[in-house]
């Protein structure tokens, strides 16, 4: 049965625009609209998987990391559904950052007509954005990975290009009795049907053929906050709640035969115990946790003085291969330009790392994040 | 297969694929690389193997499989290997219906929840048919079984599922049986940990995963404890702990301290 | 002690062994067996965990004959439509149903373990069952004693109490401390007489499973070995003095040494501005003052 793990086949190499094989595992992967995020996971996130991050505890830079997501769907052309019910989608996709546009003379920007484009639906193609790569019949010219302004949003003519659904908190009802016992979140459920009926709709399932593959991406806003009826992962009985996991089972099924990504972020924080997140994190592929220094003693250490807030990544997946792909650090932590979000290496502040040369004391001690590929007993750990 | 996993775990009394009842416990790695090391021993050592994978596809243990020599599609075409997609059948039963095809295991399904008799019973069905007309031993293997865990299905069940699965493959047919679980939270999370500490209380052979105390390291990538247990045994638990570092296509063993980054 | 308990020598109408993943207590359930089959007329050793064929394996040969085995682990939960031993059955009933020899004077009964009983039915219940086992009549023998193995890690610590609580001894198997035993017990004993007995012992198993070097552990922390050595005054008994008094011992602590980190000195070093250090040079009239330069002759 095929899955969305497509390997390299000796006859036809599969071209998807915004989409390349990964030079480790020749897994398909799209990037995750954060050209640093990409690089750490060894090249951009894989089709067919699931990209958790637990969020930051306002919760603002995880949101910032899902519309950079749903900015590269624009960008790339692949469709994307959106849910949120802490959140109007609406009003996110309102505020996408804009696009560091190239030179319009460099590369090629041939457009297609979009009479010509069997697969289009009604789009209108502002003029200024006509040289953007985009519906091309050569995908070579479609970019993996853009920068973003995040000092202007993107234009509304250019966020309608592509195809979007949202799913808002209409969805979720959580006033109403769950009338088939605690297991199932009705909430839960009717978003994976939506994400279900799209992929068999709109030919993402590996098992229909289409003339011209696209991804589709799915992005779900704090999945497991109140609002979608969370108590936190418990049920009324205070046992651990299975109607997330469940949710999460069913999504990775669906995705293992499905040219989709998923990118979901989850109030990690808000769920009763680590060892309840753990399960969750679990039954995805890849784990990445935001800690912000915002309201935080973190934020007057001069040790963090250049960077927002600490990345931990605490899974990867190992796709069709024995190992998986580490990074060369992990001391990471992040930083919010006025135009980007960078994720790089821990840099001590160059007056820091002097003394730190010189005494004994090493300021980061207290601070690593005990990963690495399984670690001893402690929390954040780093798995694969 | 891992020639030095093999010559690790190996137990010169006992032929591993008779009547052997082998734990795979995870610590917060990995551990599938042991699955996929005995899919292809047990492939190798000429039995009937089947196995139900509830975390990945058969895609991906198809394309492992090729790269360490060890053909699952050739293997199925002749008979000696079955693949129960557990992840599936299991996602489509646990949410209402909203997943679509058909599902194997829809006669199992109980009130939203995956019937633990009803859900031996098909795998006991499943496996008889395997293993008739064969005079190979069968294999059983479970990559994860906690993953009933996370979706409702309570401990007692589970436990019960594993000890019918052990008087079935075990005593009935005198094949070998495999479970993995995960222990990645210890005593945080009590129902995962009754059942790592129920495996370990009836399994022949527990292999424990695990990360190294020093966090990670490019050269070692965890460290395996082997137990060979015998729980009437008047001598002490024979145990071995190894480390190990996988490369793409091999899984390199050394004692502690012996990775050749270190020598 | 712990022999005593397991010959019998200490009356125990109940005696749960209770073991976990660390140490098995498997062992010493069959040295228990063993002993029972010299004292009473048959054992009836209910199999729960595993089957019975692990443990026929251990016996030796002069008991097997009074040791009937009842195999509960073929369909523990009664899933299979047959007739078997399972966790829903009256113990009791069954055991007084079942066929074959019975004995007609004294019997014991060894449950081998109680954990499917307490996770399958419940910790009460299981109660019930036990004390309802000890003072049962099977086929018109006396229950001597009842044995139960229980594994603790599969337990809540309230089902443990309840089964504490209702048990006449509890042997709990650890790892030994020391190498050269087999395993660690610390068991707790309630005589008739109301006393209660604690005790840590380690012991080895023979070829026979009997139990032997039984080594009482003291409840004293016996791994401080804290050894107070008198050292020898090297500065006594000497033609000279290498003592010093209280006030030189003062003033030798007052001394500035010459590289330790002090305060004052480094702010005495960083104040110093550069250009104060002024070197004098007053030449007499020994030194040679060559005008010459002593590098001209070099050839590089």
Known sequence: MTTSFQKKTRSKVLQIPGAKPSIYNNQLLISTGIPSLDHILGGGVAVGTILLIEEDTYGNYARLMLKYFCAEAVMTGHSLLLASADADPEQILKELPAPIIDDPGKGEATLEEPSHDSSSDNMKIAWRYRHLPKFQSNTSGVKFGHYYDLSKTMESELTQTVDISTVDSSLCACDSKQTDGEFNNPGYNSLLKTIQEKIMANGFSTTTQVEKRNILRLALHSIGSPMWGEKGGLTENEMYSPALPRFLVGLKAILRTAYACCVITVPAHLFCDKAYVRRLERLTDTVVEVDSFVGSDKEKNPVYKDYHGLFNIKQLPCLNSLVCNMPDSLDLAFKLRRKKLTIEKLHLPPDLSETANRSQEDPLKNLKPSSGCGTGGRSNKLEF | ?263 | MIGDITEGREKSKILLVEDSVSQSGRPLLISILHSLCKRVEKVHYICFDREPGFVKACLQSECSSRVIFHDGTSNILGWENKQSLNVNCDLVKYLNDSKGHHASTSVAIVCDSLSPLILHRSAPYTCQTVTKLASAKIQAAEVDQVVCLLHKDLHDNHSINLLHHIATTIITVKPPKFEHFLMATHTLHKRLSGKVIKLEEHFTLNNEYVIQDITEVKSIDTSKVAMETSQPDPTANLTFNLTLTDKEKEARSQVKLPYTYDQSRQDETLTKSVGEGKIFYQPDEADDFDEEDPDDDLDI
């Open chain 2, 1 to 263: 297969m891992f020639t030095e996993l093999k010559n690790l775990v190996s137990n010169p009394n006992h032929c591993m694929s008779s009547k052997y009842f082998i734990g795979i416990t995870e610590k917060k790695v990995d551990g599938s690389f042991l699955i996929h090391h005995f899919l292809s021993y047990f492939l190798k050592e000429n039995c009937r193997v089947i196995f139900l994978s509830f975390r990945q596809a058969l895609n991906h243990f198809n394309s492992v499989g090729n790269k360490i020599g060890n053909s699952l599609s050739i293997a199925k075409e002749q008979g000696n290997f079955c693949f129960i997609e557990g992840l599936k059948s299991l996602a489509q039963s646990v949410n209402n219906g909203v997943l679509c095809g058909e599902n194997p295991w829809d006669q199992t399904i109980n009130n939203n929840l995956v019937s633990a008799d009803k859900l031996y019973m098909m795998l006991q069905s499943k496996i008889k048919d395997v293993s008739f007309k064969s005079d190979k031993n069968v294999v059983f293997i479970i990559d994860d079984i906690s993953t009933l865990l996370d979706t409702g299905t309570t401990v007692v069940d589970t436990l019960a599922v594993v000890q019918y699965l052990q008087h079935l493959i075990i005593q009935e047919l005198g094949g070998t049986l495999i479970i993995g679980t995960n222990d990645d939270m210890g005593e945080l999370d009590d129902d995962k940990n009754i059942l790592k500490n129920y495996l370990h209380h009836s399994v022949d052979l527990c292999l424990e995963v695990s990360g190294l105390e020093t966090g990670y390291c490019k050269d070692v990538h965890g460290q395996l404890t082997v137990s060979w247990n015998n729980t009437v045994s008047r001598e002490k638990i024979n145990q071995r702990v190894a480390q190990y570092k996988l490369t793409d296509k091999n899984c390199a063993i050394f004692a502690s301290g012996m990775s050749s980054a270190v020598l």
